[in-house]
């Protein structure tokens, strides 16, 4: 293949990822996930500390990333999210959550649940939902069931019609509940959740095919939230939040609209520049940045779809810096191309030798920055990892569009127009030759 037609296939190959990239990212507000810095909601880094005497092990953290995950899944939160972030923390994303406190309670909660009789309980307390039980009031040989025996849990109405919890126990909850209910009928129960009372009943009958209910002064989000926790089951961790972050949908819109206006202005700036010095480059620079900016929000909106990517307020700043270095390409190409002109090589020549070794010096200075990126990237926790991961996909963008694009338009022109009108590229006349 000569080198022509490697030039018009590297074009073609442009224009269809051009083609493909705006088919996944239009419109920009229904194909890019928005982030909760910007949508609105919590979030939270929770870091985990072993309970006890035991040690914070892979599995530990492993399972309690699997329980987060139910509960979230549980509370109804549309593109939750939870993610390992080192070895000791979680990194929890509830978009439009506008009862914070009542999230990340749920999600704290260690989950251990006890069905206690309440003539075993040393305290002079009025038990009732909500009271705090003091550590050491009744002992393990006391609860009835325990959390651990719950099968499946779910929302539902209670005899008065009021939002309650259903559980139900496996086989070794479902006898021993059975034995306890047939052997205390006229008796309470207290039903505790981290020793908090979650509700004092009565037993009327013998309870024997394993299903019962909780119900007490639930709302409709309690018992929601109730039912998530002990249906993920009690955390084998105690976790703690490290980090909060809580954002109103009014400030994130605010943010996510001045982030935006900053990116324009930059661009408009970089554009104006590239114009004045370049002239016709300048033109070219404008459809560089154009096919870098098309290709990096193709790749955005693929990783949304996928359900790997979430547009937040650092994640914008990545983008305003990536302009710049997409800029710095193009100008490395030029500069390099007049360079190698005002040392008497051909237009031609200095096309082909000078684009290239432009791409070489683009390539080692990207190379460094994508490194430190990386290296961000896998060490960073919260909305540091958005900057970093945008910073990547905008380099590896700059880069393709700067050897596929930006190169091959250079090397074409150098072909027919620029040796026509080289005061147009900011060439003076006479120098070189066609």
């Not at 296939?9 to 996930?33: E, G, N, Q, R, Y």
């Not at 990547?392 to 930006?406: P, Y």
Request: with cysteine; net charge neutral; hydrophobic share 50%.
């Amino acid at each position: 293949m000569d080198s022509k037609t490697r030039n018009v296939v590297a074009l073609v190959t442009v224009i269809a990822l051009v083609a493909v990239s705006w088919w996944l990212f239009w419109p920009l507000d229904k194909k890019i996930t928005q982030g909760l810095d910007i949508k609105g909601g919590v979030q939270v880094i929770l870091t985990a500390k072993a309970i006890g005497n035991t040690a914070l092990t892979e599995d530990s953290m492993t399972r309690t990333e699997a329980i987060l995950t139910e509960r979230v899944n549980g509370l109804g939160v549309s593109e939750a999210s939870v993610q390992r972030q080192g070895n000791d923390s979680l990194l929890v994303q509830l978009p439009g959550v506008k009862n914070s406190q009542d999230a990340l309670a749920a999600l704290g909660s260690t989950g251990r649940l006890d069905f206690v009789d309440q003539r075993s309980i040393a305290t002079s307390e009025t038990l009732a939902y909500g009271v705090k039980v003091p550590a050491g009031s009744y002992d393990a040989s006391s609860v009835v069931v325990s959390g651990a025996s719950v099968k499946t849990a779910g929302t539902s109405l209670d005899s008065q019609n009021l939002p309650a919890v259903s559980l139900e126990f496996d086989k070794a909850g479902t006898d021993a509940w059975g034995a306890y209910t047939t052997a205390n009928v006229g008796q309470y129960v207290v039903i505790m959740l981290d020793n908090v009372v979650q509700s004092v009943a009565q037993i009327r009958e013998p309870i024997t095919d394993g299903n019962t209910q909780i119900s007490g002064t639930f709302s409709a989000e309690e018992a929601k939230r109730l039912s998530a926790v002990l249906q993920a089951g009690a955390l084998p961790v105690e976790l703690t939040p490290s980090s909060t972050l809580i954002v109103g949908p009014t400030l994130g819109l605010e943010s996510l609209n001045r982030g935006l206006l900053a990116g324009l202005i930059g661009l408009g700036l970089v554009a104006l520049f590239m114009l004045v010095y370049y002239r016709g480059f300048g033109v070219l620079s404008w459809l560089s940045l154009a096919t870098y900016l098309s290709l990096l929000f193709g790749v955005v909106a693929a990783l949304s779809r996928l359900g790997m990517f979430a547009l937040t307020l650092p994640g914008i700043a990545g983008l305003v810096l990536t302009v710049g270095l997409a800029a710095d390409s193009s100008i490395l190409i030029f500069e390099r191309f007049k360079e190698e002109v005002s040392m008497g090589k051909t237009y031609r020549s200095a096309a082909k030798s000078g684009t290239k070794h432009a791409i070489g010096t683009s390539i080692d200075a990207d190379l460094v920055t994508f490194v430190s990126a990386l290296v961000l990237y896998m060490v960073a926790i919260g909305p540091v990892k958005g900057f970093a991961l945008t910073l990547m996909l905008g380099i590896t963008c700059d880069l393709t569009v700067a050897i596929l694009f930006t190169r091959t338009a250079v090397v074409l022109l150098a072909e027919n127009v620029i040796p026509k009108a080289p005061w147009l590229f900011g060439l003076k006349g006479g120098e070189g030759n066609a």
